[in-house]
Every structure is written in C-alpha cells, then in structure tokens.
C-alpha cells in the first residue's frame, strides 16, 4: 500500500483522508433520509453489507477488482473487527432515527475523548495539554448543546455514545489488522461483510425486524424517490467502507478520526439546513460552536504534536498502522 520504505505518498495520504471525509459526511445525510421514511435500520445495514460482498465478488469475477482468497486463520483474526464494525454501524443508525444530524455528529465527535482514554489505558502515558483541553472542550459542547436539545432523545443519544465506543474499538483493530496481516482495503471489506451477514442475519430476527421490515421495504420501493436514496445508500455504505479502510491504513486510526471531527464541521451546518429537525436555540447553537471548537483545535494540537514528535517504531494506534 505505501510508497519508498514503507511510507505512504502525502499525495496518496491526503487522497485517502480526502475521499473518506467527503464520503462519511455524505453518508450521515443519505442514511438519515433513508430512515426518515425506513425505520429498519439493522436491515438497512444487512442490505449494504450484502450489496458490498456481491460488488467485490462480482468485480472480482471481471477481473476490475483484485483480493486475495478467502481464508479461515484470517478470517478468524477479523472476527473481532467485524463485530465492532456492525455495532458501530448498528448503534449510529439506531441514533439516526431520534437524533437530529448537528446533535448527532456533535456526540460522534467525542471519539478522540475515547481514543485517549483507550490510549491511557494502553500505557501510551499523560496526552499533551493542548490534546487534553481540546477533548474537554469537545465534550463539553455536546453538553451545553444537549441542554438547548428541544428534540433531545434519550434512546438516541445513548445508541450514539454507544456507537462512539465500539467506533474507538474498531478504528484501533482495522488498523492492526491492515498492518499485521497486509490485506488491502478491498480484502478488509470482503471479509467483513461476509463475517458480518450472520451476526446481522441473528440481529434482525432477535430484534423482530424480519420478515415485516422486507414486506415495508417492499412496498416502499413502489416509490420512485425512495428506491432511488435507497441505492444510494447501498452504493455510499460500499463507498464509505472502503474510504475507511483505505485512510486507516495508508494513514493512521488517528487521522481517520481528526478527519471525521473536521468533516463534521460541513455536516453541522449543513444539518440545520437539510432534512429539518432541529430547533434553533440559542443554548444549542452555542454547544455546537463549541463542540466545532474543540474539534478543530484537537485536529491542530495532534498535527502540532505529530511534527514534534519523530518517528519510532511504536506499534500503537498512532504509528503502528503502515508497516
């Protein structure tokens, strides 16, 4: 994947960073029109799945896309990224469907509050100041910002830290796996979604969403509109795959996650324009501008820290993920 001894192209960095900020903020607006009028979001979730898996084969099959064959000792070691991967995906669209989008990406943003800690508990030692005050910030956004929540969703935010955690997780494994067992992005993706149809086959039965989530799914492709979305998101859940993986292995779990923060400023003010939902509060607007601040300034504190910091060979979430 990388270029002279090892390292990425800045060129093939910024793409890779690039091409999965644009396509995460898109996919946050394609899912939440989609379950504006779909509330089946773990079927949802099974048919991108379904429709990645077939893609890779297919592409595979005409000779457009090359991976390597499928293998159980691999497999078995990505069984745990899988399972953090769909509840990751599971929890946020679950908040989707109660949280509006400012409120939503301003809760997803205390991602690198979970990175350090998880960082901490890993031994990495104290984070720099300007990293720990910039995480403080961000979180406290999100409060003052829930406070002003005139739709504030208990259920909602509660799937959304939720999906906060298990996105720490997976960004940390993702990266591991890339690094240790070599696999690109396009074999990362396959093995996914091929380990995850079971999982997610057992979680639409047990939550009692199949068979009555095909049968609505059915009746609403009658609509011209929302099959169009509804491929949308099936080709954007495939898009945003592989721009995850591709950015966490060319680069860092870390700069996968300073990307999603300063995306996230787009999105904010997008969602209070687009799809509706929120009420304009002064508490609420001060929260997010906050919350913005925070992100941003964790984004420079980490680059800051970055160049400061020379290269060694420590096999951590910041510097492990290209070798």
Known sequence: MGADAGEPSSILSLAAAFSYGVSSMAMVFVNKAVL???????????LQQI??????????????????????????????????YNANVGFALASLKGVNIPMYIAIKRITPLAVLVSGCIRGKGKPPTQVTLSVICTAAGVLIA????????????????????????????????GAEDGLSSVDLMFYNSI?????????IIATGEFPHSLAVLSAKTASLSF??????????????????????IVNSALTTT???VLKGVGSTTLGFILLGG??????????????????????????????????????????????
């Open 36 to 46: 504006m009028q779909y509330v089946h979001s773990m079927t949802l979730l099974t």
């Open 51 to 84: 429709a990645t898996a077939l893609l890779i084969h297919f592409g595979q099959v005409l000779g457009m896309s090359k991976r390597k064959d499928f293998n159980l000792i691999t497999a078995k070691k990505l069984l745990p990224v899988s399972i953090f």
């Open 146 to 177: 829930a406070l002003g929540d005139f739709s504030f969703d208990l259920y909602g935010y509660c799937m959304a830290l939720t999906s906060v955690f298990f996105q720490t997780m997976y960004l940390v494994l993702v990266e591991k796996s």
């Open 195 to 203: 380990l995850s149809l079971p999982f997610l086959f057992f979680l």
């Open 227 to 248: 099959s169009v979305i509804l491929v949308i998101s099936l080709v954007m859940g495939i898009v945003l795959n592989f721009t995850m993986f591709w950015c966490t």
């Open 258 to 260: 300073i990307v999603g």
């Open 278 to 323: 929120v009420e304009v509060h002064a508490l609420n607007v001060t929260g997010l501008v906050i919350n913005t601040f925070g992100g941003v300034w964790y984004s420079y504190a980490k680059y800051k820290q970055k160049k400061r910091t020379p290269r060694k060979p420590v096999p951590d979430v910041e510097s492990h993920a290209h070798k």
